[in-house]
């Protein structure tokens, strides 16, 4: 069974930083893809960032380009959703999403699959 634990959100300043944190079981992040994904109240979902695992590929969106990166540690089975430079608008319920379906990170369509395994989310919140 696919576990995926997030951990790391809270208030933070806007300009500041968090790492977030995806810790999985039954899956490895050697394989398949991670992606990180993030919804507001009274808003669609919008996918941030995955990583394609064998290649450590990465994809992104252009509203957090240059802010956040994915990172993962494969001795401890996690990856990292590093946020710099928040924003008002980086306000969200972030997740992770893990699938063994490579084509699930790349081009841009990536944003728009439901992967088969995601977490309970973590909460974001930038503000004064």
């Known amino acids: 069974q696919v576990q995926l634990v997030e951990s790391g959100g809270g ?12 810790a999985a079981s039954g899956f ?10 993030r919804q507001a109240p009274g808003k669609e979902r919008e ?6 695992n064998y290649d450590g ?14 990172s993962r540690d494969n001795a401890n ?19 992770c999403a893990a699938d063994r ?5 790349a081009g841009d369509d990536w944003r728009h699959y439901v992967y088969a395994n995601r977490g309970r989310g973590t909460q974001v919140t930038v503000s004064t």
């Not at 208030?11 to 995806?22: F, K, M, N, R, W």
């Not at 050697?30 to 994904?37: A, D, M, P, S």
């Not at 590929?57 to 994915?70: A, L, N, Q």
């Open 28 to 37: 490895s992040v050697k394989f398949g893809v991670i992606g990180w994904f």
């Open 11 to 22: 208030l933070v300043q806007p300009g500041g930083s968090l790492i977030l944190s995806c």
């Open 77 to 95: 089975n996690t990856v990292y959703l590093q946020m710099n430079n928040l924003k008002v608008e980086d306000t969200a319920r972030y997740y």
């Open 101 to 105: 379906r490579t084509y699930y990170c």
């Open 57 to 70: 590929r990465i994809y992104d969106v252009d509203s957090v380009k240059g802010r956040f990166t994915i």
């Open 47 to 52: 996918g941030v960032l995955c990583i394609r």
